[in-house]
């Protein structure tokens, strides 16, 4: 099966311009996660979708951040103003269920530098 | 809530010793454990998990982990290393019941000397 597809690999941008990542999950996964990597850091998540339901955006900061989820299929996540401590890797992540008991599959990731 | 805490940002073996990369897990809740192993400029793969079934839980590339409530540990060894171990490691938890979120830890850089 083809794996979890992200585009574009890197980004770099300049402090307080805009950015957008898209994510397109495996066939069939009903649920997406964005995850935030820093450099040294282990993932954190920002975003869990079920369907096109957000199930947890606790740790979005939703005054720069924003992601849909069009019918349920592709995602986007998008940084408006980005700030220096932005730059990071950027991963999507689906499951078949919610619970993480399958094990989730991740995309390659857009590496997000912010100068 | 869950947390992992993984010891050791770094661990170096050399090829064909024992690797022991160590993980301790806390959850209010019983609780799934996962290892992932990430290549660099790749996403994560996931090496092996546990939900609940045995405790001794073997994963892909011969590594095995095992589940200790006791000790609330979850280290993650292979007898003899390789050269293509050498990649960042990582230690996931979640709740076991309702739509659940993987909490990572920090990560466990492997270097693997000839």
């Known amino acids: 099966e083809a794996g979890v597809a992200q585009s574009p690999r890197y980004k770099i941008i300049e402090k307080r311009q805009s950015v957008a990542f898209w994510c397109n999950p495996i066939?069939?996964?009903?649920?997406l996660y964005w995850y935030q990597q820093i450099l040294g850091q282990g993932p954190k998540l920002l975003i869990q979708f079920q369907n096109n339901g957000v199930v947890d955006d606790s740790q979005l900061p939703k005054d720069r951040f924003s992601a849909e989820r069009l019918k349920g299929v592709d995602s986007t996540l998008k940084i408006q103003p980005a700030k220096l401590e932005d730059s990071a890797v950027y991963l999507c992540?689906?499951?078949?269920?919610?619970?993480?008991?399958?094990?989730?599959?991740f995309g390659s990731g857009t590496r997000l530098t912010v100068v | 809530a869950q947390s992992v805490t993984q010891l050791g940002s770094h661990v170096s073996v050399s090829e064909g010793a024992l690797v022991l990369l160590r993980c301790n897990y806390s959850?209010?809740?019983?609780?799934?454990l996962f290892w992932y192993v990430q290549y660099p400029n790749q996403g994560l793969q996931l090496l092996l998990k546990?939900?609940?079934?045995?405790?001794l839980v073997k994963g892909i590339n011969g590594f095995e982990a095992e589940f200790k409530k006791s000790e609330t540990s979850f280290h993650l060894t292979k007898p003899s290393a390789h050269m293509s171990d050498a990649a960042e490691y990582f230690c996931a938890v979640s709740g076991s019941t309702g739509f659940q979120k993987l909490v990572f830890g920090t990560g466990t850089r492997l270097l693997v000397s000839p």
């Open positions: 546990y939900t609940s079934a045995a405790t």
């Open positions: 959850s209010s809740v019983p609780p799934y």
């Open positions: 992540a689906s499951s078949l269920e919610g619970s993480p008991r399958g094990g989730y599959t």
């Open positions: 066939s069939g996964h009903a649920t």
